[in-house]
Structure formats: C-alpha cells, structure tokens
C-alpha cells in the first residue's frame, strides 16, 4: 500500500520561500475570524494547502485561502450558542 503522508510535521510550510504566501493568507483570515485562535488559522491554512496538495491541484496562495475560509466558516457556524 503507498503512504499517503510523506511528512508527518511541518507540512508545506517547511518548503522554501512558501511560508511568507501562507503568512499573508494567514494574516487575512485572522482578521477576518477573530473569534478563532491564530493557532488554529494557522493550521488550517497549512491543513488546506497540503489537502490540495494531496489531490494533485497546483495550489496557490488564493486556493488555499479559499478552501481554509470555507473550513473556519463551517467551525465559527457550528459553535454551539454562547450562554447569556
């Protein structure tokens, strides 16, 4: 059976020159979700990129934004009501 994963940490982000793209998208999407925790902006973003990735796509900076917007947006709408 082939592995799927050939990085287990790291991800796209560890590959030259890629981290300043994904820092701009990372910022973007931090001011857009202030509600979600940088941390996890940042791990879905490089989540996004590395899933594109994986399905053969040539990935740019405006994919990867848009697949991760599509992700926070399902996690900030399936919070459950803060209690009053």
């Given at each position: 059976m082939p592995?799927?994963?050939?990085?287990?940490?790291?991800?796209?982000?560890?590959?030259?020159?890629?981290?300043?793209?994904?820092?701009?998208?990372?910022?973007?999407l931090a001011?857009?979700?202030?509600?979600?925790?940088?941390?996890?902006?940042?791990?879905?973003?490089v989540d996004?990129?590395?899933?594109?990735?994986?399905?053969?796509?040539?990935?740019?900076?405006?994919?990867?934004?848009?697949?991760?917007?599509?992700?926070?947006?399902?996690?900030?709408?399936?919070?459950?009501?803060?209690?009053?």
């Amino acid at each position: 059976m082939p592995v799927l994963a050939t990085r287990i940490s790291g991800g796209p982000s560890s590959e030259p020159g890629l981290r300043p793209l994904l820092e701009g998208v990372i910022a973007r999407l931090a001011a857009e979700f202030l509600t979600v925790p940088l941390t996890t902006v940042d791990r879905c973003v490089v989540d996004a990129w590395a899933c594109a990735e994986h399905l053969g796509l040539d990935v740019t900076p405006e994919i990867a934004e848009r697949v991760a917007r599509e992700h926070l947006l399902g996690l900030v709408n399936s919070a459950p009501p803060s209690r009053m």
